[in-house]
């Protein structure tokens, strides 16, 4: 394909309605968000795992002891947002009793995606020295990859990654070989040798469940994407109706939407 063919491909906005609106209504929402936990103590903003500025977590509790933790890595291409946007989603995890944490990391063309990769795996390991018990991951878009990096072989310390209860990439990038044909990649800097690395599709799955979600409007590079990791991976694909790439993750606000109750549950077949 060419270059402005996969450009297209893997544009979101462009495909969704009122686009533009989605960004400052998520980072409104969740500063009230955020706003109400500070009222009740069950937030600890800015929690350092690494030594740079964006090397940080919140970390929200839920009321009375975690049942384990939670965390969500937001998407963005490796380009954009923090964690200040997406807080309100960790609305569904604490009203089932886990803690959740939200990570900021290093954006391209900064840093490169494997650099990336580190400080999510730095990122989950320190919020997992912080809460007990089981760990569930989930992220989307760029999340997903990085979620879905978290659950290859060799990547997080075995004393985490025995303790990975369930990982959900949502909408994630599995293969980011098409990615090397984009006018992206002028910020990632992606070589092929960089793109096969960071493949969860090439790689090898942990012994644990995973499900990959994506939402059925969602471009057909993403439909791709997901299909491409849940059959290498033998693993969980959900396909949920009516949701695209903006609105996939909106489940995670709510604790008994399906999204919430089949992260928490463990994989869907």
């Known amino acids: 394909m060419s270059q402005n063919t996969l450009d297209d491909a893997y544009a ?3 495909y969704i309605p009122n686009a533009a609106e989605y960004p400052p209504r998520w980072l409104q929402v969740a500063d009230d968000f955020r706003t109400s936990l500070r009222a ?6 800015d929690v350092p795992y690494g030594e740079g500025a964006r090397e940080v977590f919140d970390l929200m509790r839920p009321e009375g002891r975690p ?5 969500f890595v937001h998407g963005g291409y490796w380009l954009k947002f923090d964690k200040s946007y997406w807080s309100h989603l960790a609305e569904g995890p604490l ?3 886990w803690a959740v944490a939200m990570p900021s990391y290093d954006l391209c063309p900064d840093v490169r995606i494997k650099e990336i990769t580190r400080q999510i795996t730095l990122a989950v390991t320190e919020a997992a020295a912080q809460i007990e018990g089981p760990i569930l991951l989930a992220g989307h878009s760029a999340g997903g990859h990085l979620v879905a990096r978290m659950a290859c072989e060799n990547v997080l310390p075995t004393n985490v990654a025995n303790r990975l209860k369930h990982v959900v990439p949502i909408s994630p990038l599995s293969d980011l070989r098409p990615l090397l044909q984009t006018s992206m990649n002028e910020d990632f800097g992606l070589t092929l040798e960089d793109a096969e690395q960071e493949s969860p599709r090439l790689k090898t799955c942990l012994k644990v469940p995973v ?3 994506v939402g059925e409007e969602e471009r057909p590079a993403f439909l791709d994407q997901a299909q491409w990791l849940a059959e290498a991976w033998e693993c969980g694909h959900v396909v949920e109706q009516g ?7 909106d489940g995670l606000a709510r604790a008994n939407s399906l999204l919430t ?3 928490i549950g463990g994989d869907i077949a």
């Open 261 to 263: 109750q089949m992260l």
């Open 40 to 45: 009740e103590g069950r937030i600890s903003e």
């Open 243 to 249: 949701k695209h790439h903006f609105d996939v993750i």
């Open 12 to 14: 979101n906005g462009a």
């Open 211 to 213: 499900t990959v979600w």
């Open 95 to 97: 009203a089932a009793g």
């Open 67 to 71: 049942k384990g933790l939670c965390v």
